[in-house]
């Protein structure tokens, strides 16, 4: 069959995407590097308008071409930078080689095929099987992700499932052609908190079954908490710290994170007040000067104002991990 | 299961539709005032004769039991006889219906060859020529009208260029006109809504999905999103069917087809009113019908409908 | 403590509207649901969606009045009143929905938005404007910028308008639905904060209504789980999160993000979804309608495993 390019690495550098229209231009991604491994869960979190989407999107090729622009930056697949090749090249990885998994099963199947034929036209497409080899290939699959019901599942349309297993028929059909990469965007975000584990459990076991990688979108630190290997925060557009979940969880160093761990309600606050964020997420056409994180950061300073940080490494805990901030007072108190 | 009680549902739905638009029909005739017997005998009829009219026409007993016979009536499908050539009322629409039928089918199959092609070409291919065709066509076949294309078809392909006869029912090919001249304003109607409905599907999310599994694009617009906005252009397009085998009274008179709509014309001129209750009747009864038909396609293609 | 709510035996069933039926197609959204609230407190309901919260919150409000039970404010049968007797009471209690979109008229400003619900109670109109800003300056929006649109705000200033106008009418109580869901992770406890002000600063009492079991044992003082149109358990917040006793309850504190859990990794495959292990040991639960035993203290379960024990 057709040879695999089997990649280990999947690695995000220096992406920089705005959308244009009209006269508006909105700095969606202002230069993001990440690096994924295979058998990792690498998660991104970030608040809705961070640009964590469109980070997913740009990977999976599917920016809207008439307003998307792509302003520098490449990602490489092993060797490979996908953003060079055409379309026809890209379609060939899209699904086989990096799949990816939505928030809302519920919109992202589609309505009117049944389940067995959404799984099985990718394996016809990329895989070239025939049509009763994919269908014992979807059963193996159903198998897979815990769905048992095999022939009668696959002869269901998706609304006469329920919702954690329409998500499973998500996750089926984005494992079936065995890709080395997994995008999970918000796959727990439309569950109840119940269902939410049991997908969570699956899609790392699958992690460790397939060997994949797993670009794990969020925003809910406490979301993958258990699931992350490695975590990297992101805010208006720009990773403002990425470190191993240990290190992110135990030693927090830029102010953002920090409070973001802190706005958390839980039962240990209880009658204390909640250290809110003060002010809102800027859009990506209004980014502020500086640090954009400036005119929320109680520690702010001149010089955060007017330069933007780089991204440097920090002290980490654990003498093995490395640990990045893009913080210009990493060194300062934190006010508690 | 699901399905057949389905069915059954909207079966029952039909029989009452029926029953209801007939008790209409039956009461907008009486209530409307003056005597059809009078009108029927014209001013100069003696008593005698405007009494045997009315016995005819059956006006000469109670509402109550007028009602009950005309129910009787439905349900044996029988609508008496015309008053003005005395034959069976069922007969006459029966002549006429095949023609009627043949030219609705071949206006709404051209309509269709013609409008769903290009609204999805236009949809995928926004702002392109075909989707400037496709706007001009529409504001064209929504503006010209059908009596007019109808002349002009004659005149040009059939007076000039001698390719379909001027006259005549008996063949298909004396059909080809006007069924182009009906098709052509049906096929603008069927095109926007297919443009809408594709542009609509082809924003959804599952095409999203259907991107990131690395479909060609012809996969997914013909297999993903046409199959979802077919939805809504077979209900319009079911409709439009309904219309058309309703009689096209103005495509049937520039032709000289002696269709269901010249008869239900004429019927009116001579106030043959058995042909024009039967003929309401019968075109309600046909566009229930195809309702049903839409309905159960609907279902067939939308697999939600079925539960819910 | 002196009770502001009392809910005793609320049920809400919506009627199956076809034609012809095989089988019935009632359903039950809201089962034999009591309790109480007292005042200036708050009161966490959580459980996951279509266990019958919301519907149960329009209930209370009596936007779907309940089809049969007592709703007692202050003592009073509100859900007995009708017309002229229930204005006064719909004034006193006010709802706060999930996303803020939808609870505010996007063709209209913030300031006229505002300005109805106070004309609708024969505020004095000479100092309608005066008390809009105090209010918009209360939920920390600026009162210049009453004349905007509500798509000038960001989600949390919205919201912050919608619990303006819920406080314009001077309530005692509110049902708080989600409040936060809809809003950003760094803008959730700027309005929690809000909330908590605004309920010493009036002395209110929330129904707060929620499926973020970190959130709703943060800030109630009751919490009461909901499961499938019935309350399973409910106890003082600090007491049902040290013992829970509901299977239901049980699962639902372990399935919560952020809790320590990694050995429940494991032990959690297997669940077929939505219906907890509780409920298929012993099938009648699912069922039948649950009695509350108290365990002591106010702790009160509905399970059968703890009848007679």
Redesign the interface.
Known sequence: MTERISSSTLEIKDLDVSFIQGEKEANALRGISLSLKRKEVHSLVGESGSGKTVTSTCIMGLLPPQVARINRGEIFLGEQNILALEEKDQRKIRGKEIAMVFQEPARYLNPTLKVGEQITEMLRLHLGMDKGEAVTRALEILDLVGLDGGKRILGSYPHELSGGMKQRIMIAIAISCDPSFLIADEPTTALDVTLQLQILNLILSLKNRLDMGILFISHDLRVVRDISDWISVIYAGRIVESASKEELFSNPRHPYTRMLFESIPDADKRGKRLKAIPGKVPDAENIPQGCAFHPRCPIAEEICGSNQPETKDVESNSALDSHTAACHLIGKQWKN | MEFL?FI??RF??LILTILIISTIIFFVIRVIPGDPALVVAGIDASEDDIQAIRARLGTDVPVAIQYTRWLGDIVRFDFGESMISGASVNKLIMERFPLTLTLAVLGIVLGIIVAIPLGVMSAVHRWSFWDYFGMVYSQMGMAIPSFWLGMILLLVFAVKIPLFPLFGSDSLKNLVLPAIALGFARAAVILRLTRAAMVEELS???I?????????DR?IRY??AL??AM?AVVTVTGIQFGYMLGGAIIVEQVFSLPGLGRLFLYAIYQRDFPLIQGGVVFIAVIFSLVNFAVDILYSL????IR?S | MEKLIELKNIEKVFKSHKLISVKKDDYVAVKNVSLDIEKNTIFGLVGESGCGKTTLARSVMLLDPPGSGEILFNGTNIAALSGKDLKPYRARMQIVFQDPNSALNPKMSVYNCMKEGLVNIRYPRDKIRFRINELLDLVGISPGHAERFPHEFSGGQKQRIVIARALSMEPEFLVLDEPVSNLDVSIQAQIINLLLDLKDEFSLTYLFISHDLNLVSYLSDQVAVMYKGQIVESAETEKIMESPLHPYTLRLFSSAPGQEKNELFEAEEGYSDGLPDGFTYFPPCAESLLRLIDTGDGHKVGCYAFNGS
């Open positions: 009680l059954v549902r029952l739905r959804r999310e599952y999203i999905t259907a991107r990131a599994k690395g479909l060609t996969m297999k993903h199959r979802n939805i293609l939308n697999p939600k539960i």
